[in-house]
């Protein structure tokens, strides 16, 4: 017997309904996708995706951080925003999930609830799968059409992740809950001003809105802010667990770090934004 039988996922060769077993997912029409050893399932087929997956070292950096507390009054605000305003959910959905650090909060905030990661990173949903054995983690690119039956998902979660507008109204279902997650331009300020990260761009919030105009609309909108007291390798990880890690050549980061003194008080400044459909 499958371990779900809730239609939630859709096979990415034929469209048809996914059971979930143990270490197998199978449609009705015979495909079967297996387990990889850690946990989780690889549904890209053909040539995958164009874009670059997190690697090791970058998920490893993230683990680290997330683990230190850095970003748990955010994960907690998260998770109390999912709480009041999608209080039902059975299905809950994190596209761009990485290691599973939001949605494992989130999920364990609705009893029963079947949570679901999606991420083209292989290494962090070997985390992720540790942390949701009550759920399917699925190598996927957000940026495809979603393998997910549509109306299925009662909680979609997007944190600091790529959004597909079009798939999200598709697969979130009539009373269901979008919350998005983005960094305001005060976020690890400190670090940007010693040219240690790239800039975020004003207007990010005003962004979401309007890519999601015309299917999605907010209906809340929060900000979070605090300080945090990093060492030299918590800053070194804050920036190696993001994209901002590609733009190190071999030892120069290390470097760079290493000319700070000391402990560094940086700012943490999220915006979260909640939707329903229009």
């Known amino acids: 017997m499958p371990l779900s039988t809730r239609e939630i996922l859709l096979c990415p060769v034929c469209g048809a309904a996914v059971d979930v077993h143990p270490a197998l997912l199978a449609c009705s029409s015979g495909h079967r996708f297996d387990a990889a050893r850690q946990g989780y399932f690889n549904l890209l087929t053909g040539r995958g995706t164009r874009f670059e997956a997190d690697s090791a070292g970058m998920v490893e950096a993230r683990e680290g951080f997330l683990s230190a507390g850095h970003y748990e009054p955010l994960r907690n605000a998260l998770a109390g925003a999912a709480a009041r305003l999608a209080p039902r959910s ?104 010693r040219a240690l990260l790239l800039q975020v761009p004003d207007g990010k919030a005003g962004d979401v809105v309007d890519s999601l105009a015309g299917s999605l609309k907010e209906i809340e909108r929060n900000s979070l802010e605090y300080g945090m007291d990093l060492s030299p390798a918590a800053v070194k990880s804050a920036i190696l667990m993001g994209p901002a890690a590609r733009h190190y050549e071999h030892g120069q980061l290390d470097a760079a770090v290493e000319r700070l003194e000391g402990h560094q008080r940086v700012s943490a400044a999220f915006t979260v934004q909640a939707f329903v459909h229009a």
């Open 90 to 193: 059975s299905t809950v959905v994190d596209a761009g999930a990485g290691t599973g650090y939001y949605l494992r909060a989130v999920a364990d905030r609705f009893p029963g609830a079947f949570p679901v990661a999606l991420d083209i990173s292989k290494f962090a949903l070997r985390r992720a799968a540790r942390r949701l054995p009550d759920g399917v983690s699925l190598v996927w690119d957000v940026w495809k059409q979603l393998p997910l039956q549509s109306r299925s998902v009662d909680l979609l979660l997007n944190v600091f992740a790529p959004r597909n507008p079009a798939e999200f109204s598709r697969v979130l279902s009539p009373k269901g809950v979008l919350l998005v997650v983005t960094p305001q331009p005060g976020h690890l300020a400190e670090l940007r001003e």
